[in-house]
């Protein structure tokens, strides 16, 4: 099994519906990543968390929510979605022990809003 | 905040031939790291390389090597001898170490590479 896991790993939704993408992993990090990844953009972070008690907003939060549900489980949420968050949306967890080698991605999640 | 410039959106190179990837940022830090990152088609994000800030001396993975101008912050990423399998999106991305790293990592906006059979 992969260590950091992402579902779904596609998903067409229609404007205006709510949708929750998910992440799991087994690397047993704290910190956690969400990334958004447009073409001609890279990634860029999201939100990020470092226990379940602490959400962080990243470079471009606004129109996400997140829930870290435990050590293991670190949702995004689009409440109500819009066709400029369609992208290729990436969960990552850290070791900061590991001096950025302790990074682990997941396999994305390619969100369609149409 | 730091950011990070890939100038080179695409580019295309033979098979066996040397291809160098530049990438500068910008960063009022002066401990960090900096890495160059891979995504094939399949989409996963793969660690190439990894350069230290206050190490001189250039990182080199197999094929793969940096040449790190920390002054000029220039971190350029040459590919020798080329193979198809390197056909992919490559992210040059700075992490600052700070609380370890705390704040993720800032990507550049990437440069597709495609190798020519």
């Known amino acids: 099994d992969a260590d950091v896991t992402q579902t779904p790993r596609n998903r067409i939704t229609k404007t205006g519906k709510r949708i929750m993408l998910e992440c799991s992993q087994t690397?047993?990090?704290?910190?956690m990543y969400w990334y958004r990844q447009d073409p001609g953009l890279g990634l860029r972070l999201i939100y990020y968390s470092f226990d379940v008690k602490d959400i962080n907003k990243g470079e471009i939060s606004d129109g996400y929510s997140v829930s870290r549900q435990a050590q293991a489980k670190f949702s995004l949420s689009l409440e109500s979605a819009i066709p400029n968050q369609t992208a290729l949306y990436f969960c990552?967890?850290?070791?900061?022990?590991?001096?950025?080698?302790?990074?682990?991605f997941g396999s994305g999640t390619r969100l369609t809003v149409v | 905040a730091q950011t990070v410039t890939q100038s080179q959106p695409e580019m295309s190179v033979q098979e066996a031939e040397t291809v160098t990837l530049s990438c500068t940022y910008d960063?009022?830090?002066?401990?960090?790291?900096l890495f160059w990152y891979k995504q094939p088609p399949s989409r996963q994000m793969i660690l190439v390389i990894r350069?230290?800030?206050?190490?001189?001396q250039n990182a080199t993975e197999n094929r793969f090597s940096v040449n790190f101008q920390k002054a000029a912050k220039s971190f350029s990423l040459k590919i020798s001898d080329s193979q198809l399998g390197d056909t992919a999106m490559y992210f040059c991305?700075?992490?600052?170490?700070?609380?370890?790293?705390?704040?993720?990592?800032?990507f550049g906006k990437g440069t597709h590479l495609i190798i020519q059979p």
């Open positions: 960063t009022s830090e002066n401990n960090y790291y």
């Open positions: 990552a967890t850290s070791d900061p022990d590991r001096g950025g080698y302790g990074y682990t």
């Open positions: 690397k047993g990090h704290d910190r």
């Open positions: 991305a700075f992490m600052s170490r700070r609380g370890g790293g705390a704040d993720g990592l800032t």
């Open positions: 350069q230290e800030a206050y190490k001189q």
